[in-house]
């Protein structure tokens, strides 16, 4: 059977012009990107492809591993590879595949865990969240295990504590849940069914996601809009708060842009100050990061991101232990005082974060 190639770029198949000049009952070669994979998957069907391979964007390893969700109106097959492998075979002439698919459809249930104080002001609860489940073919240990882990015992551990402010701690699903690199479906859900009231009542949103990566940094999301948009008004005390926690211990920080990549995005979209910290996940170290963290230039921070290897043997244990203490800090902190945040007094000996970071030269140390 023929290949037939929509136009390669990363937005391909997202458009029914994409498929001008398609063959009926050929294959047809798509980019992720762009769009949705129903959508391309769709305009692929309505174009009389025979099945859909999407491959991967350029520089992102591994297969497109992507959802199709129970809204997917077509029937074709659609399969996954990788960046180098579709790259090939668009660039190969007169290249004949053929392609053999089981599949089979059903609707799964999946549940976030939510849990909350019992003290506290119910009119002004921090929210703190990691996900659960990982990538397909991964372990998950340090994305997320890492993150879920520090939550879980900080939690634990204020169990029978009498706090100013009520906490409420999200263990979300279906984070890795993949429509064309978005996923966060838990979290969107969630925020999605809260009143206009529910949304009024959440001081803030600290995330965690991947503690201990091996080869890791210390970023600390962009609070005060110095990298990018911003974590929304109030952000830029918790951005301080951590930048003071690791400055105590006389280790360097960078901030790290709101690319949408975690479950803050839907706090951060419904207007909630949001914040938190991360290690690294496939973005590559930079010599400069290399001096300035430790580790290795030139391989990802975490190189067994959403990859099997991703085991107990990928864990950093200094950089978990460091990590879980800023993250046990903070939720202490803002479980006393929001003050900074959102103006909300206080109680108890916790004083409010300082004032924040006034200029961007201020945003990597």
Not at 295 to 306: K, R
Request: proline share 4%.
């Amino acid at each position: 059977m023929d290949l037939s190639i929509g136009s390669d770029d990363s937005t391909s198949g997202c458009e029914t012009a994409d498929f001008a000049g398609f063959t009926a009952g050929h294959i047809a070669l798509l980019q992720r990107g762009g769009c949705t994979f129903p959508v391309k998957a769709e305009n692929a069907d309505d174009a009389g492809a025979a099945a859909v391979i999407i491959f991967n964007s350029l520089g992102v390893a591994g297969p497109t591993r992507g959802t199709l969700t129970a809204d997917y109106a077509g029937s074709l097959p659609v399969l996954g590879a990788t960046y180098s492998l579709g790259a090939e075979w668009s660039a190969t002439p007169g290249l004949e595949m053929h392609v053999v698919a089981a599949t089979e459809f059903q609707n799964l249930q999946v549940e976030t865990v939510i849990a909350e104080s019992r003290s506290g002001d119910p009119g002004n609860v921090v929210v703190i969240g990691g996900h659960l489940d990982s990538a397909p073919g991964s372990p998950g240990i340090n994305d997320n295990g890492s993150g879920a882990a520090a939550i879980l015992e900080t939690a634990l551990q204020l169990a029978d504590a009498r706090t100013r402010n009520r906490l409420r701690f999200a263990f979300w699903t279906a984070h890795e849940i993949d429509l064309a690199g978005s996923g966060l479906l838990g979290s969107e859900t969630y925020v999605s069914s809260l009143s206009l009231d529910e949304l009024d009542a959440i001081a803030l949103y600290l995330d965690f996601h991947m503690l201990d990566s091996p080869n890791g940094g210390r970023f600390v999301l962009d609070g005060d809009g110095s990298g990018d948009l911003g974590g929304g008004p109030g952000a830029a005390a918790i951005e301080t708060f951590f930048r003071d926690f690791f400055a105590d211990r006389d280790l360097a920080v960078e901030s790290v842009q709101l690319n949408g990549r975690s479950d803050y995005n839907a706090f951060h979209a419904a207007g909630i100050p949001v914040g938190g910290i991360t290690a690294g996940a496939d973005a590559i170290k930079t010599p400069l990061q290399e001096a300035r963290f430790g580790g290795s230039a030139g391989i990802a921070f975490d190189p067994c991101y959403h990859l099997p290897c991703d085991t107990f043997a990928n864990v950093d244990l200094a950089a978990l232990d460091l990590n879980s203490d800023a993250v046990a800090a903070a939720i202490l902190t803002f479980a006393m005082n929001t003050e900074a945040v959102n103006t909300r007094k206080g109680m108890g000996r916790f004083k409010a974060a300082k004032t924040p970071v006034k200029s961007a030269s201020q945003a990597v140390m």
